[in-house]
């Protein structure tokens, strides 16, 4: 599986770790960047260009890095198609994938060590969507809003 990466300054050390893990794991690691540390850069051009990488890349998941994560999440759920959960615990990156069939998670590096990132990384990559009939209709009605912006 392909799997892009963002971050900004503050989740550039975490990043590169990540990178590394997810081909370790089997997986294909695009690094959307940056590619070098520089202090107070933006995350929104990285962010969302791995949130456009992985709506068109169907299949495809999506980590992004910041100090808290918010942003990055805020950022990545702006991208038709993303579904971009803030994970702080093994049970919110389980829940992302397996209730809300989440392409892309948010990782507050400065809110967990690369150890504690790595951790919410593989239990996001590994957990599957449920399929269950009322997720499925839930991210339906949420899909259909993206399309047509009701109100």
């Known amino acids: 599986m392909r799997v892009y990466l963002g971050s900004d300054h503050a989740g550039y050390v975490a990043k590169r770790a990540l990178v590394r893990r997810v081909g370790e ?7 959307i ?12 051009p990285y962010v969302l260009e791995t949130a456009r990488r992985v709506a068109a890349d169907p299949g495809s998941l999506g980590v992004v890095l910041g100090g808290s994560g918010n942003g ?10 993303v579904r971009a959960v803030l994970a702080w615990s ?12 989440a392409n892309v998670i948010s990782i507050g590096a400065r809110m967990h060590s690369v150890r504690e990132a790595t951790h919410l990384l593989e239990v996001f990559l590994k957990t599957p969507f449920s399929h269950d ?3 499925a209709r839930r991210i339906g009605m949420l899909t259909d809003y993206e399309h047509h912006r009701s109100k």
């Open 72 to 81: 990055e999440a805020i950022a990545a759920n702006k991208v038709d198609g």
């Open 25 to 31: 794991l089997g997986h294909e690691p695009v690094d």
């Open 133 to 135: 009939a009322r997720h």
């Open 33 to 44: 960047g940056p590619h070098s540390f520089v202090e107070g850069d933006d995350y929104p």
């Open 90 to 101: 093994e049970d919110t990156a389980r829940l992302g994938r397996e209730h809300n069939d």
